[in-house]
């Protein structure tokens, strides 16, 4: 088996639908026909709801709680479980794959030894006339891109994937692309944005005071507020959400152009194909901007597999799973003996039987060793000692009422305590690169 490898950065779970809060209009045709050709996991999870983390733990297999990688920019070759990892594409490249990596797939942790072939990311130029948005701050800006959409990189990065998918391999390979897109800046070509009129976007349901509740430690996360504010204030919230569809948008036609490649190949039969966001994306909810929280919004992410020979077209897994299960499953559909240090569980179960039993794995890390678990109808975030949330996320899908204090609710977050590793168990928090000063 070949695998070709998808990940989208910040691209959260809009399109799947009702059941995620959103019933708003999400243009993303290639994404969901891949989801309808094998099996969907509904409730897929990042281990760390940022991107370094997240990506060094499931391409290292070391989850953040052993690794000490909760943050971006930390210094990960201080980490002695990561010293002693194997990643992902160097385990395939040891057992005899070509491997290759087009745009953002590691981050942070260096994986550069392990690839035949790479086209490292970096990002857009920026269009001249920006900002455009009154809103504005760093990369908090959206509006039409001044470039060709053939100049844009992550269009390079599905050009690089094509190629390799239209050559002759003499090996099996691991092809991995990953596109930068939805992530800010929101600068695509316009005609992205006319997929969807200002008049027709819908917000986010949002509301006051829906921070009242939290414990203290949880304003460590809260580091968007005034980005909210001030979007709301302009009267640009509309507008953002409008550059964020518009951009995934972008991103799924060349994840479409990919998939018409490996379509149209002598691979398509034998290639596993799996695609996923790092973590998720927020737009106002919890008046919180993009991610780094431990909420549904940030920490719910997709992830779809296909496999030839195994899945079956239209099935849908509804339990929770982690992105920390790649490695151990990609591994063993190809018949790789996973190395002991790997976490995370096996879904070859769940390929086989969408409603296999299972246990849940959506364990999400973040910071000072805070750390949640999203299981069938609820969610538990524990910051601190006695300082953590709790959601009937059935009846409470928005996640605005903490029930932590709730008696008729106090074994169920008993259990949810003891699902999740205790805070003396999970590794320090690895220290942060310094910053040069130019």
Excluded at 95 to 101: E, I, L, M, P, V
Excluded at 308 to 336: K, N
Aim: one cysteine or more.
């Amino acid at each position: 088996m070949n695998v070709l490898f998808l990940a989208v950065d910040d691209l959260n779970t809009w399109l799947l639908g009702d059941e995620n809060r959103y019933t708003g209009k999400v243009v993303a045709p290639n994404i969901r026909q891949l989801a309808e050709s094998g099996v969907l996991f509904e409730h897929a999870y990042t281990s760390s709801p940022y991107c370094s983390p997240s990506r060094t733990a499931f391409l290292s297999g070391v989850s953040p709680w052993n690794s000490g990688v909760y943050d971006n920019a930390v210094l990960t070759d201080q980490s002695v479980p990561l010293q002693e990892a194997t990643s992902l594409s160097m385990l395939f490249k040891q057992s005899g794959y070509y491997t290759a990596s087009y745009g953002k797939i590691e981050h942070g942790w260096k994986m550069r030894s392990s690839w035949d072939d790479e086209m490292p990311h970096r990002r857009n130029p920026i269009p001249p006339n920006a900002p455009y948005s009154p809103a504005a701050q760093g990369e908090h800006d959206w509006g039409p891109t001044h470039l060709d959409e053939s100049e844009m990189r992550d269009t390079q990065y599905a050009d690089r994937t094509i190629a390799q998918l239209q050559r002759e391999h003499e090996k099996p390979f691991f092809i991995a692309c990953g596109l930068f897109h939805p992530h800010m800046p929101w600068y695509v070509p316009q005609k992205y944005f006319d997929l969807f009129p200002l008049d027709e976007v819908v917000l986010p349901e949002l509301k006051d005071g829906d921070l009242d509740d939290l414990p203290p430690l949880a304003t460590r996360v809260l580091t968007k507020q005034r980005t909210v504010d001030r979007t709301i204030k302009t009267g640009e919230h509309a507008k953002a959400v409008q550059g964020y569809l518009a951009t995934t948008a972008y991103a799924d036609a060349q994840i479409g152009r990919v998939l018409d490649a490996l379509d149209n190949s002598a691979y398509r039969d034998n290639t596993i194909v799996i695609l996923i966001s790092d973590h998720g994306f927020h737009l106002g909810e919890k008046n919180h901007w993009q991610k780094a929280t431990l909420w549904e919004e940030a920490t719910h992410c997709l992830m779809m597999i296909r496999v030839p020979g195994l899945t079956r077209p239209g099935q849908v897994s509804a339990r929770f799973v982690s992105l920390q299960d790649i490695y151990p499953t990609l591994a063993e559909l190809c018949g790789i003996p996973v190395p002991e240090c790997v976490d995370g569980r096996s879904l070859v179960p769940l390929l086989k039987n969408p409603d296999a039993p299972w246990e849940s794995t959506a364990i999400s890390a973040l910071y000072e060793r805070f750390i949640s678990i999203r299981t069938d109808g609820y969610r538990y975030i524990r910051y601190g000692e006695r300082q953590e949330e709790f959601y009937d996320m059935k009846r409470d899908p928005h996640q605005w009422n903490n029930l932590v204090q709730n008696p008729e609710y106090a074994a169920i977050i008993e259990s949810h305590r003891d699902a999740v590793p205790a805070f003396d168990e999970m590794a320090v928090p690895l220290p942060t690169k310094k910053r040069s000063k130019k």
